[in-house]
């Protein structure tokens, strides 16, 4: 993405009043400026989406984009280092940026990237990050393409199961946010009925659209939804 098409994806999270916008680190200066006056917090995000930078590089990261103005941190776990079972490394590696950002002010959510996982890593991150009291969960960055045994490349990104299985392994105060493949506002519908209370979307002009065509505002309101086929990836 250009720094134009930033910009015009901060007009349209000004406009909606969104929580975050979240944008490559070097853009927080230019996104703090261009949100200035709304309710839109910055959120740059760290390691992202590959996760493997070391994790002094993660923390310089983590506090240069606090101290820059960035209010809610996104950083991609060591998804290598989950799937070889060194938590040690992990939860060390946690437990120091989730350190950095609150000395600065800001929060942190923890990526998992679940498409690379089974559930008993999710479990495993659930309770390090509950421990450390991090402020979210999140399932996915949009990018964790996974290969296929037939050499395809395939993404599910925020399914059923795995947010429910991330909100059930998570303390009440860690709150749950879904990405990646959330693009309708049914589909928003249905994971905030399961506890999910923050998501990352790109089509986030077409629910908010379809959720006023709807006659949802900002009074509590009843409406019904399409759900998300738990098999599979409903409509993505």
Known sequence: MTDSDILYGLKIAKKYNVATACVKPYLVPMAKKELEGSGVLVCPVIGFPHGNSTTIIKVLEAEAAAQ????????VINIGKVLGGDWEYVT???????????RHGA???VIFENDFLQEDHIVRLC???SDLDVAFVKTSTGYGFVKQPDGLYSYNGATVPHMKLMRKHSKPSVQVKGAGCIRT???LLHVMSLGITRIGATATVNMLEEA???????EPTTVSFKPIQEGGISSY
Do not use: S
């Open 212 to 218: 006023r065509k709807r006659g949802i505002t900002d």
């Open 127 to 129: 309770e390090i990050c």
């Open 185 to 187: 506002l049914d589909d």
């Open 107 to 109: 929060i942190l959510k």
């Open 68 to 75: 820059a103005g960035g209010k809610e941190i996104d950083m």
């Open 92 to 102: 060390e590696e946690i437990r120091l940026i989730n350190k950095a950002v609150q």
